[in-house]
């Protein structure tokens, strides 16, 4: 094997594991906006006050996906150094 060179494997499994952690994130981000949407809705708030809300659950759901996205990349990382 050549040392500093990552296998196809490897190279397969990033791939892998990038993807796992846009697509939840994206999930992530969606299920929190649509909690925000609903309570909207539930709660038949005003024009003003349903628009902050709005803007707050979109805000909440873009910081949630970014965790995930963020989080999930460095467990793979560290799980990588590991050599598991």
Request: hydrophobic share 55%; aromatic share 4%; proline share 0%.
């Amino acid at each position: 094997m050549d040392m500093g060179r990552e296998s196809r494997w490897e190279k397969d499994a990033m791939t892998v594991e990038i993807v796992f952690a846009l697509v939840t994130a994206v999930a992530l981000a969606a299920a929190v906006l649509a909690v925000a949407l609903a309570l909207a809705l539930a709660l038949g708030l005003s024009g003003s006050v349903e628009k902050n809300m709005l803007e707050g659950g979109a805000l909440l759901g873009a910081t949630a996906g970014v965790w995930r996205l963020v989080r999930v990349l460095r467990r793979f990382g560290e799980r990588r150094r590991e050599g598991r």
